[in-house]
T-cell receptor, first 118, second 109 residues
Framework: GAVVSQHPSRVICKSGTSVKIECRSL??????MFWYRQFPKKSLMLMAT?????????EQGVEKDKFLINHASLTLSTLTVTSAHPEDSSFYIC??????????????FGPGTRLTVL | GQNIDQPTEMTATEGAIVQINCTYQ??????LFWYQQHAGEAPTFLSY????GLEEKGRFSSFLSRSKGYSYLLLKELQMKDSASYLC??????????FGAGTRLFVKA
């Protein structure tokens, strides 16, 4: 149980285009999902907390108009990087919380999406 | 402010024991996670300490001292597959967890 998938796993796009990344909880319902980005050899940085049916809560310094998050159902959250630029190239990871499956409030992570903006 | 310190890299020999230390300063604290992350992959849960003391789980053990803002992860009988990054991650309240930069462990034969 507690499997989280992400799609796509890898994407290369041109500067100025928008990219959508999907995060799905496959065998449980996730009321809360998290989006992180990670630069090489750096820590996971929380971008936003996504709650089903409500607006995402963004961390300080994260542009909400650039990183659009939608949590339309209990099993799907999407992150859209709008007008992507090379500095947006990063590893984006989502995670989900499901209280009945986790003994310690731990998060279940997706496999990540490697975004490269040319 | 939030601050998490752990060594950047460590090297150990197959079959040996290694201890990865972590000190933290956070505005709130519920407990501390350790996650393992292989290169290019998502983190996987290893342990969670709420109370002071040592929690043992197979080859992995984790220790916490809340008063000192200190934790360590102990890996015994090291295997090559243990080569990965180990992330120290305090839970600062609710679902919010912040991650350290990680310690890259290299296990050599």
């Amino acid at each position: 149980g507690a499997v989280v998938s992400q799609h796509p796993s890898r994407v290369i796009c041109k500067s100025g285009t928008s990219v959508k990344i999907e995060c799905r909880s496959l065998d449980f319902q996730a009321t809360t999902m998290f989006w992180y980005r990670q630069f090489p050899k750096k820590s996971l940085m929380l971008m936003a907390t996504s709650n089903e049916g409500s607006k995402a809560t963004y961390e300080q310094g994260v542009e909400k108009d650039k990183f659009l998050i939608n949590h339309a159902s209990l099993t799907l959250s999407t992150l859209t990087v709008t007008s992507a630029h090379p500095e947006d190239s990063s590893f984006y990871i989502c995670s989900a919380f499901e209280g009945r499956l986790s003994s310690y409030n731990e998060q279940f992570f997706g496999p990540g999406t490697r975004l490269t903006v040319l | 402010g939030q601050n998490i310190d752990q060594p950047t890299e460590m090297t150990a020999t197959e079959g040996a024991i290694v201890q990865i230390n972590c000190t933290y300063q956070t505005s709130g604290f519920n407990g501390l996670f350790w996650y393992q992350q292989h290169a290019g992959e998502a983190p996987t849960f290893l342990s969670y300490n709420v109370l002071d003391g040592l929690e043992e789980k197979g080859r992995f053990s984790s220790f916490l001292s809340r008063s000192k803002g200190y934790s360590y992860l102990l890996l015994k009988e090291l295997q090559m597959k243990d080569s990965a990054s180990y992330l120290c991650a305090p839970n600062t309240g609710g679902f919010k967890t912040i991650f350290g930069a990680g310690t890259r462990l290299f296990v050599k034969a």
